[in-house]
Every structure is written in C-alpha cells, then in structure tokens.
C-alpha cells in the first residue's frame, strides 16, 4: 500500500521536538520487510522533560486550562479530536502493524467512539461535583469533590496503536489528569490532531521508544 509517512519528533508540550539523544528506530513495513520511514525514540531524559510540561499544564493559570476546568470544556475538546478523523490513518496502521485495512477501519471507528463515550462522561462529572453525602448528624456536612489525580503514564502495545492508546488517553483527560503516552514502538499522529484541536500544551505527550529505554523510566519516574 503506498501511503507517504509523516516524518515526526516526539510529540512534548505541544510541539514536535528531536529526542534528547537523538535517538531513531526504522520503521518496518511486516508485510513487505522494507523500512518505511523512521521514528524517534525517547529516553529517560525526555521522559523528564515531558514529566515537567505535564505538571506545569495542570498548574498554569490556576489549573482553570485544564485540571480545573469543567467536563464540559474538556468534552470539548475530546469531540474536537474525535471529529478530526483522518483516513488515512487506517492507512498508516495497515503499513506499521501488517493487518488487513478493514481491521484499522474498524479501529478508527472504535476510536472516534472511545472518544465520543468518555466526552459524555466528562460532561456528566459537572453534575456531579460537590455532590452532599447525607450524614446523620444534621450540624456537619460533607459532599464529594472529585479531582484528577495528576500526571499518569500511558504504557500500550503494538497490535492497535491507536485504539490502544485511546482507550487510556480518553478517560484520562477526561477526568482532567495530564498524560504521558508511551506507545509501542510507533510514532502517533495523535500529536498533529492535538495540535489541530489546541490541547493545551503537555496535556498529552507522546514519547514512542524502546520498553526499557522509554517505558521503564516513566512506569518508575517518582510522583510531585
Ligand atoms: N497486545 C495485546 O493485544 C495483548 C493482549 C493480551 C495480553 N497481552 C500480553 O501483554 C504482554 C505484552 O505484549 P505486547 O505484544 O502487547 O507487547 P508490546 O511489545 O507491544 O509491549 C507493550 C508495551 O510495553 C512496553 N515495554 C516493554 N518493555 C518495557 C519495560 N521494561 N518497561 C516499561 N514498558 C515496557 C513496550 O515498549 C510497549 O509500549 C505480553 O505478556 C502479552 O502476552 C497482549
Ligand atoms: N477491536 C479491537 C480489540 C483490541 C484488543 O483487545
């Protein structure tokens, strides 16, 4: 299948940037064993970097970009990635993974619902918020106050990067946490939507590379 493939960094605070240590692995087309293109790979060092815009996106201004704001702005934002459905990704699975275009067809389509199901529930967080919790004893009150629990890691596999990675990507924004997404070996064009959309910057970074030299570094990277 010819398909021209994008030429991307990783994807950190809303921009396209070299690793660190300019590390790439070759993409390899399984069906044809020709290298296709090439990805960049993440280490430990820009799993910091990516760690820090994380942070500062759930902080800035307050927390009201992100952390803070309502379901509904989030929901906003998680249809807005939703509706910018590209075809040719399915494409670009088919070449990256080697399995048959229906089946990423069908992934896309399970993405864009993923996305949809996690905007309705992120609308009806606000509803929810300060819920009262009825005590027996009239002179105290209590009500629950949900909030995110901060900056998370997103580990997912090879076999349907995109679906995968959504499946997490999804509630964890919607739920007003920041996320760092480690995919398989490949490269996401996620990033380019969430450019498209303006997610706030490092709400979502994207770091492909190796398991031990990117994943392990952020699965044990220390909490704030
Ligand atoms: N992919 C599936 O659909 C699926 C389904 C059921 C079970 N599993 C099981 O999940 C396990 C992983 O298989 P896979 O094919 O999904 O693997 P994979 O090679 O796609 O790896 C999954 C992710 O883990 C990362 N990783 C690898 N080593 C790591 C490390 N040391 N620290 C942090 N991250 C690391 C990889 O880079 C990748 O992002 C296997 O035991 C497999 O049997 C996978
Ligand atoms: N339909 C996609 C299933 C993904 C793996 O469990």
């Known amino acids: 299948m010819a398909i021209p493939i994008p030429s991307r960094q990783l994807f950190?605070?809303?921009?396209w940037t070299e690793p660190l240590l300019k590390k790439h692995i070759p993409i390899i087309n399984p069906s044809t064993?020709?290298?296709?293109?090439?990805?960049?790979?993440?280490?430990?060092?820009?799993?910091?970097?990516?760690?820090?815009a994380a942070r500062r996106a759930l902080t800035r201004?307050?927390?009201?970009d992100w952390a803070t704001a309502s379901g509904a702005v989030r929901a906003k934002y998680l249809r807005a990635i939703a509706?910018?459905?590209?075809?040719?990704?399915?494409?670009?699975?088919?070449?990256?993974?080697?399995?048959?275009?229906?089946e990423s067809e069908a992934d896309m389509d399970d993405v864009i619902s993923c996305f949809e199901y996690y905007a309705e529930?992120?609308?009806g967080l606000d509803a929810k918020q300060k819920a009262p919790i009825s005590l027996p004893l009239k002179a105290f009150k209590s009500?629950?106050?949900?909030?995110?629990?901060?900056?998370?890691?997103?580990?997912?596999?090879?076999?349907?990067?995109?679906?995968?990675?959504?499946?997490?990507?999804?509630?964890?924004?919607?739920?007003?946490?920041?996320?760092?997404l480690k995919p398989s070996?490949?490269?996401?064009?996620?990033?380019?939507?969430?450019r498209e959309v303006d997610l706030p910057v490092g709400v979502l970074s994207i770091l492909p590379g190796l398991g031990p030299e990117a994943g392990a570094p952020l699965a044990s990277h220390p909490p704030c």
């Open 12 to 15: 950190i605070n809303g921009n």
């Open 33 to 52: 064993e020709e290298i296709i293109g090439d990805i960049p790979a993440a280490t430990a060092e820009d799993v910091d970097v990516a760690v820090e």
């Open 61 to 64: 201004n307050k927390g009201k």
């Open 83 to 102: 509706a910018k459905r590209k075809p040719e990704l399915a494409k670009l699975e088919t070449v990256d993974c080697g399995k048959p275009l229906k």
């Open 121 to 123: 529930l992120a609308e």
């Open 143 to 180: 009500h629950v106050i949900k909030e995110p629990i901060g900056v998370v890691g997103l580990i997912v596999p090879w076999n349907h990067p995109l679906l995968m990675a959504i499946w997490k990507v999804a509630p964890t924004l919607a739920a007003g946490c920041a996320a760092i």
């Open 185 to 194: 070996e490949t490269c996401l064009e996620l990033g380019e939507v969430c």
